[in-house]
């Protein structure tokens, strides 16, 4: 059974940093690209970053460009998302996604993400 489980987020003052996690089991995704989506209240869920299968390319929503940034550690299983100088905008469920097997680019589009963790909670006061 395949699994995302993301971790680290919460509440946080704005301007804060956050590192999200997201640990993947049931298989092996060093051959897929991952991506993390967001979801706020009342809005529909929405494209953050993406990386590809070895790292080698990055994409951004401009609304986060500059300030998050995706990794990704193979040998674990394990993306990242590095949050820095967060805002209320920010606030939102993060959502971890793996696309499918040998699917190595990033994907701005949801559909093409066949897995997906339960999503972390991330808040940020004024």
């Known amino acids: 059974q395949v699994q995302l489980v993301e971790s680290g987020g919460g509440l946080v003052q704005a301007g804060d940093s956050l590192r999200l996690s997201c640990a993947a089991s049931?298989?092996?995704?060093?051959?897929?690209?991952m991506g993390w989506f967001r979801q706020a209240p009342r809005k529909e869920r929405e494209f953050v970053a993406t990386m590809s299968w070895n790292g080698g390319s990055t994409y951004y929503a401009d609304s986060v460009k500059g300030r998050f940034t995706i990794s990704r550690d193979n040998a674990k299983n394990t993306v990242y998302l590095q949050m820095t100088s967060l805002n209320p905008e920010d606030t939102a469920v993060y959502y971890c996604?793996?696309?499918?097997?040998?699917?190595?680019?990033?994907?701005?589009?949801?559909?093409?993400?066949?897995?997906w963790g339960q999503g972390t909670q991330v808040t940020v006061s004024s």
């Open positions: 996604a793996a696309r499918g097997a040998l699917q190595y680019s990033g994907s701005y589009y949801q559909g093409e993400y066949p897995y």
């Open positions: 049931g298989r092996s995704f060093v051959a897929s690209a």
